[in-house]
């Protein structure tokens, strides 16, 4: 180990900037924001589920279980359906319009039982009869849905379906943007082509090495280009980009590893990263396995492979009334205790009832010192309403990045004639505070082809940095053995007085904790120190409790 120490300069120095990170983030909370909406998929789903089919993404999710309405006689478990308790309970406060409306087509029967609004989006129940069985799939979808207003203007429509066992249907809850507000409307709803997919499983013949390419024999997915091989205390994560035929692809159908162990498959912790160039760019952490364990493990290739296509056409064409639900809105300013705001650093703005949610939205979330600067998140959202607890999430609202709003939002668990009345209070947990710009600088020895350590102390945790020369580039190595400690996502150089940043990567939010980086053409003549630059950790001393309303 090299001998070094810690240097907190004093002079002025250029500010570092806030690290790529956070533009990644934002364009990762974008994408999941809209896979959401059509019905997030758990990072290792059963072999077999029918329930959703979305690309594995950054996931915030909250499933109910719910009552059920009965449309037209026959009974429809839509609270199987991610939203389907919200929406029922709107229906069966006659805060929406419920429809019996059906169109077949090729041999496929589509209805159209309902629709609510709540002035952002327009979610519409529907559900599909095929004579196609079960068990000769593993999911379905269409291939082109979209709703149109009298004038032509057309909207995207987002959604998926599942099939229910009760009924012998396929179901669906698909949303889009309310353009009712509190108007009235005609809309048609527009579907083409009924998509059946199975899950293709290929066994790789190959080690699965860091810089290496390996053929999967597919047509839609043809190779896989294998980024890294990372061994931490957390797990294997493996990092690679899976190329496709098909350029509007965008992971759609779900392309993913998986490893055989002890008779179970397992794809671990998966998230789709924004892509690097063509293809799709994957990391899987899997835990409880080392490197050695995955060079003589099982890996197979898994996506959702078409195996039947029915051309069909359907169309519904319906009128709907957004003044109930504008009526419906229950509104009030919150105030944010100075506990709060010391731990999470933000304020909370108002508590907003919606047929389909509840909302407590954010002020601010950001919190800047004359130190370093902290965001703070938390995995765990709750809302106690009355003798209930829902579980929800942090959420981006609107259609713009640049202007999204920041909110908790929670499905609501029951509709209440005065909601001004019904307690409420939200609970925080699992704190993950990311921090940056910190004046913790480390000097190191001159880099070379040989490995060297040096140690730093973070906060309360001790990091481990190992850096070395790769070709031109300086390859350095961060990792701690503190539970808490998330990991390094971007360090800074200081070198001969002037500070650099590595090449940008992306890490997802099950990233490994050893974090490796590439400082291309690296040089120096004098001296070089390192910066932990941005970091993340886990903090349970912030977790909070705050009454939203007695």
């Known amino acids: 180990m090299s001998r070094f120490y810690e240097n907190e300069i004093k002079e002025n120095i250029p500010t570092p900037p806030r690290p790529d990170y956070d533009e990644m983030w934002l364009r990762i909370d974008g994408e999941a924001a809209k896979r959401r909406a059509a019905g997030v998929v758990q990072a290792d789903p059963p072999a077999r589920s029918r329930k959703k089919f979305i690309p594995a993404a950054i996931v915030f999710s909250c499933f109910m279980v719910a009552a059920v309405p009965v449309f037209a006689g026959v009974t429809f478990d839509w609270g199987k359906l991610y939203g389907g308790q919200s929406v029922t309970n709107a229906l069966n406060n006659g805060l929406g319009q419920r429809y019996d409306l059906d169109v077949a087509s090729k041999g496929v029967t589509m209805s159209l039982k309902g629709v609510v609004t709540d002035g952002e989006k327009m979610k519409l129940l529907v559900a599909v009869d095929t004579a196609l069985k079960p068990d000769e799939y593993d999911a379905v979808e269409f291939d082109h849905v979209v709703i149109k207003e009298d004038n032509g203007k057309e909207q995207p429509v987002n959604g998926y379906l599942s099939y229910d066992e009760k009924s012998g249907k396929l179901l669906g809850i698909y949303e889009t943007k309310d353009t009712l507000k509190n108007s009235e409307k005609n809309y048609t709803l527009e579907a083409g082509t009924l998509v059946y997919l199975k899950n293709k499983d290929v066994v790789l013949k ?226 993950v505070v990311n921090k940056w710009g910190t004046t913790n600088w480390l000097k190191l020895s001159k880099p070379s082809t040989e490995k060297q350590s040096a140690d730093m102390n973070i906060d309360s945790f001790k990091v481990h940095f190992t850096y070395y020369m790769d070709g031109k580039d300086l390859v350095v190595e961060s990792d701690s053995d503190s539970t808490n400690f998330k990991g390094i996502s971007q360090t800074w150089l200081r070198v001969d007085g002037e500070v650099l940043y590595p090449k940008p990567i992306p890490r997802g939010p099950s990233a490994p904790v050893k974090n490796i980086e590439r400082y291309p053409n690296f040089s120096m003549k004098e001296s070089i120190e390192i910066n932990p630059g941005s970091y993340s950790y886990f903090d349970p001393s912030r977790d909070v409790e705050i009454t939203l309303q007695q």
């Open 206 to 431: 190959e080690a699965l090495k860091g810089g290496q390419s390996v053929s999967t024999g597919e047509t839609l997915y043809p190779s896989i280009d294998i980024k890294s091989v990372t061994e931490s205390k957390k797990g294997l994560a493996v990092r690679y980009n899976v190329t496709t035929t098909n350029e509007k692809d965008g992971g759609h159908y779900d392309p993913h590893l998986t490893v055989m162990s002890n008779g179970k498959q397992s794809r671990g912790a998966t998230t789709q990263l924004p892509p690097e160039g063509a293809g799709v760019l994957m990391e899987q952490l899997f835990g409880n396995i080392t490197e050695k364990e995955w060079d003589a493990a099982e890996v197979h290739f898994n996506y959702m492979k078409e195996t039947e296509r029915i051309a069909g056409k359907w169309s519904f064409q319906f009128k709907a009334d957004g003044k109930k639900a504008s009526e419906a809105l229950y509104s009030q300013p919150l105030q944010t205790s100075s506990e709060f705001k010391e731990k999470t650093g933000m304020s909370l703005d108002r508590l907003t009832v919606t047929p389909l949610e509840i909302i407590a939205g954010i002020k601010e979330n950001h919190t800047a010192t004359n130190g370093p600067s902290i965001d703070v998140f938390y995995n765990k959202a709750l809302l106690k309403v009355a003798e209930q607890e829902i579980s929800g999430s942090f959420w981006l609202k609107g259609d713009d990045p640049k202007n999204y709003t920041k909110v908790f939002a929670f499905n609501s668990p029951e509709w209440f004639k005065d909601w001004s009345k019904v307690p409420m209070k939200l609970v925080l947990r699992e704190a």
